[in-house]
């Protein structure tokens, strides 16, 4: 799909038809939707009921569908608005030229500038985290349109708008993934839903079958390689089907083929994000060969519930490790203690709690143990309201890492300087954005923050992009119309320091899961497994043989020399260490060599 539009007129041009059509009767516009919509609301999407939205505002209607969806308001034939779907599933990048903006899902398909000037923030923050940031690339003129937000044409400009949350509507986050599941598994065949074994999957699990919900189930068993997780995942999904008595899918994944799989356009379907999505693309391709038209996951529920990654240790026994190391002999000093062995991790869970969340924000206090806690974890980072939301939105959990490896070992002091500058500035905009009461509540903060940046690109875009390229739609249960806006209301207290997502563990402990779940994080492999720093650099074997790393390293590294911000030397060092780096570089690197920069 590509669309031209004249900044100057709004006259536009599409290569497609729109999907559906709304002509809106209380202001002249008209609303069209491109791509395939799953959900109006709660309900199953049908034409029937979109073409009896006659006077909804184009700004209400974007949060209430799900699906990947791209929308556009005309009126008398000129583009007044756009917008992708609210909850991150639809890919749309945007270059503006001149007088012209270009649209399009397929980014070598947009004119170019030759030698485009790079965005180093947005680079920076790719090679720490393996994505960009809300809505950027490697390049300045080249954006990714954001969930969450509305692009305005106004006076030859475009202007960017935010969305607001919808309201919840139900009581509880388990009614809402019920009223979700009955409506995508209501006609036709049952979704695919992918089985993990973790927390997230045995919730959706348990509630399907609780409500006599027709769904199928797929997981992927890695053949090549013996590794653990994949082991205690499947071991996991073995005993959800035991008790549920489920009839799996088991799909052969093996690691050597995994790009050919992707059909050779791993790189073109995610250009400035470095997901492997080895399982994932095993998944689609199963699901499209069998007739499903879409293909579920539980994904990102770790970020949007309480920014922590689901453990299931005791307060008796975080004291424990806590005494044991406070008395562990040695010159380290606390604070080094707790990092070395992660409890730090524990007590930063405490300022995710929505009480100190919302003291931070309205008031911008601090109690001296608040200080005196942040300042023993985060020597380097001075505690302000910016940064103490940085740690949440940057990264899945509650570890304020925000400068990220890469800047913190291969930048100068002049990357270092820009880096953290910039950041600080982005984390403003989102402050604003609440002090001027668009988001009311911290916890809207923070959800939006994750939809416009850490949802776009870890782990769903990868899942989005598999479906995409097989045809098929992927659904993301916990990101959707009905059931995201139920975490806005979701009060986060003191048990969720130690079980992260505690209120669905206690649902999961309730269906009797979670005795299950236990039993399999004690079990050890008597097989030699290979670590994921292993499986990184068999990944990274491929693919240099695919598409030539050295090479791509080779650009990389020419650009951030006369960048002036990175030692070279550093980034050597630093490659040499960590394998990620090493691949994302080279993910760069690649970026620079497709655009046509010189080498």
Known sequence: MKISINKTTGKWDADVKPSYIIDVTNNDSTLLLYGKPLLLDSSAFSPEKFSKLRNIKFTDLIPR?????????????????FAVDFYGHCRMYMNEISKDIFISNDLYSLPQQTDPDLDWFQIFYFLNWDHTWCGGTFYKK???????KVYKLINNEVIEG???????????IKDAITEVLFALSGEGKAPLMMLSGGLDSMHIASIAKNNEVNLHYVTGEIKDLVLDDNLKDQSGVQKIAELYNLDINYIEVKIKDFYDKWQGKLDDLLPFEYKDGRLWIYMASYAQENGYEILMSGQNADAIYNYSYTNDTSIKEVFKMLIKSYFKPGKMTFSERLQKTGLNEYIMRLFSTDKILQKVLDHNHYSKFFKLIWKSINKDLPLTRENYIAHYAVKGNGYPKTIGLFVSEAANENGKKFYTEKLTSEFEKLIALYDKKT??????????SKLSGYCQGEDQRAITEACRL????SFQIYTSAPVL??????????????RPKYKTYREVNENGLMQER???NKETNSKNTVNASQVWQIIYNILDHKLDFTECIIYATKAMDESGMVDIEELNSVMEKDIGIKMRVAWFGLSLKKMGNTC
């Open 142 to 148: 080249i954006h990714l349109l954001t969930p969450t």
């Open 162 to 172: 935010y969305l607001k949350m919808p309201k919840p509507r139900y009581k509880n």
């Open 470 to 473: 097989n045809g098929i739609s």
């Open 65 to 81: 569908l799900t699906g990947d969806c791209f929308f556009l308001e005309t009126k008398n034939g000129e583009i007044i608005n």
């Open 439 to 448: 988001y009311k509540t911290g916890r809207e903060l923070l959800l939006m």
């Open 485 to 498: 806006p139920q975490y806005n209301n979701l009060r986060l207290g003191i048990k969720d320091i130690f």
């Open 518 to 520: 236990k039993s399999i």
